[in-house]
């Protein structure tokens, strides 16, 4: 069992990471890259006996925990390189010009790390979203150093992976301070972080609850921060009349892997079907449940997570006009979700809240319209998501424009003939949408662009060469893309 860090503990960190902050942040981006590629050395070199912890505590499978550590990984090495290659950075240059009335300053500008970053590790994913996730990744690539709150379902893998990260800091002669790791199950020691006058940003990936409370927090200080988290998010998917007519049977049996898949515990889990009541919707809610039915309960991440959908999923099942598809025919055991099928009205959805909210695991509820136009309604009281599917055919696509405009907008990630589960690590990935699903739509957690979350712009006037950072003289030292007069270009 671990402590909560006390106030002196937090304040102790805060102070050795502004510290380090002051030193870090002038470090090469090559250097940083190096150390991030230690940590993923290292995470690596922790073993199997990571993945036994990994699995004690949060009942995951050792399959899906090793490919979990082996995208981190990845992760960790791919920001690495987006930091080496200093694209983030979004140099741009406009040289002056003196003759013109009146005369042109010679103007350039770039990102600079915000300072150091507080990340709260998420229940869910104890590798790729903690202790050395995405979150952490991006601030040292910015140039940030990390203050991670370990999440209490997991503690025990998050101290060891943070034993990994302060090797690679000696290896690599980072500044004392560079990386932090504290436990805390109170909203003290949250409070306290994201309060501190030297945290200058925050991740967090979790429930609506604790992400509200965390913005809000960051809101509350003299000099408010930004606090980037991953809330609620129930990923809605509309089935078009066209698809649906051919594809019925395909999609749910599809639709059946994705509810389930990991227990339902995914931020991606499409909780929301939306589609016309008719025959061919029918047939897709009687193949889905058929198959929801066959699915075992499983084992979820703790008890907490367990108490949370069992309260939510019986909350929602006993609201009007909700009637009960299908359930898992094995019965299930302490801690174990049930996948679970409903079904409503659009009315139904359109006046009652509750339908609104996530409940986290193995759940899906269908919502029945009468026509296209009710369809419509219901998309426009869909609340703002991390993605949103339409399984339609171009036909369906090109003939309801309205339709698919509206449900664009609610969403980060818009998805035509897949499921949302899954989300690839690279470049184009989008993984933030409107709230409540984010706090800042503008912004993604996975893929290198999450990197611009933990820094700002700063504009150089009329600075001498020998003077300006190596990213914005002349000669362009480092090699990188930058904009000059209005041309991306690397001399």
């Given at each position: ?332 055991l302490f801690n174990q979700g049930t996948p679970t099928l409903a079904s409503a009205t659009a009315q139904a959805f359109i006046n009652n809240p509750i339908l609104h909210q996530e409940v986290f695991g193995p759940y899906s ?127």
């Amino acid at each position: 069992m671990y402590q909560d860090a006390t106030l002196q503990e937090i304040n102790e960190a805060l102070n050795l990471a502004w510290n380090a902050f002051q030193v870090y942040r002038k470090l090469p981006l090559k250097q940083r890259a190096d150390f991030m590629r230690t940590i993923a050395k290292e995470l690596e070199e922790l073993g199997d006996e990571v993945l036994q912890k990994a699995h004690e505590e949060t009942h995951l499978p050792e399959a899906r925990l090793r490919n979990e550590r082996a995208r981190t990984i990845f992760q960790i090495n791919n920001y690495g390189d987006a930091c080496e290659r200093g694209d983030w950075l979004e140099a741009r240059i406009d040289t002056a010009i003196p003759k013109r009335n009146p005369p042109k300053p010679d103007l350039r500008k770039m990102l600079v790390p915000l300072g150091p970053v507080v990340v709260f590790g998420a229940a869910n994913f104890p590798f790729a979203y903690s202790t050395a996730g995405g979150d952490t990744a991006c601030a040292f690539a910015a140039g940030c150093p990390v203050i991670v709150k370990a999440h209490p379902g997991h503690a025990g893998t998050s101290e060891m992976v943070a034993t990994a990260i302060l090797k690679a800091a000696r290896i690599c002669n980072m500044p004392d301070g560079i990386f932090a790791h504290i436990h805390g199950a109170g909203n003290e020691v949250g409070e306290a972080l994201v309060k501190h006058p030297f945290a200058k940003a925050v991740g967090f990936t979790g429930s609506l609850l604790g992400g509200k409370q965390l913005f809000d927090w960051g809101n509350q200080r003299k000099d408010p921060i930004p606090v980037f988290a991953e809330m609620s998010s129930i990923n809605p998917v509309f089935l078009f009349p066209e698809k649906l007519k051919h594809s019925a049977v395909e999609v749910a049996k599809l639709y059946a892997d994705s509810i389930t898949l990991g227990v339902g515990q995914f931020c991606t889990n499409p909780g929301l079907i939306i589609g016309i009541d008719n025959n061919d919707l029918q047939t897709f809610i009687d193949s889905l449940g058929d198959e929801v039915k066959k699915v075992p309960p499983g084992e979820m991440l703790h008890t907490g997570i367990f108490k949370n959908y069992v309260e939510r999923r019986a909350n929602a099942l006993s609201q009007d006009e909700v009637e009960t598809v299908a359930a898992s025919e094995v019965e299930p055991l302490f801690n174990q979700g049930t996948p679970t099928l409903a079904s409503a009205t659009a009315q139904a959805f359109i006046n009652n809240p509750i339908l609104h909210q996530e409940v986290f695991g193995p759940y899906s509820i269908v919502i029945r319209c009468k026509g296209m136009d009710e369809m419509l309604e219901v998309a426009k009281h869909v609340e703002g998501q991390l993605t949103s599917t339409l399984m339609a055919t171009e036909n369906d696509v090109r003939n309801h424009s309205e339709l698919v405009d509206v449900v664009r907008n609610i969403c980060g990630r818009f998805i035509l003939n897949g499921v949302p589960t899954g989300v690839e690590v690279c470049l184009s990935m989008q993984h933030g949408g409107p709230f409540p699903a984010t706090t800042d739509s503008r912004f993604t957690s996975v893929g290198a662009d999450g990197i611009k979350r933990f820094a700002r712009p700063i504009c150089y006037q009329n600075w001498p060469d020998e003077l300006l950072p190596n990213e914005l003289k002349n000669k362009n030292p480092l090699k990188i893309w930058r904009t000059v007069n209005d041309e991306l270009r690397k001399d």
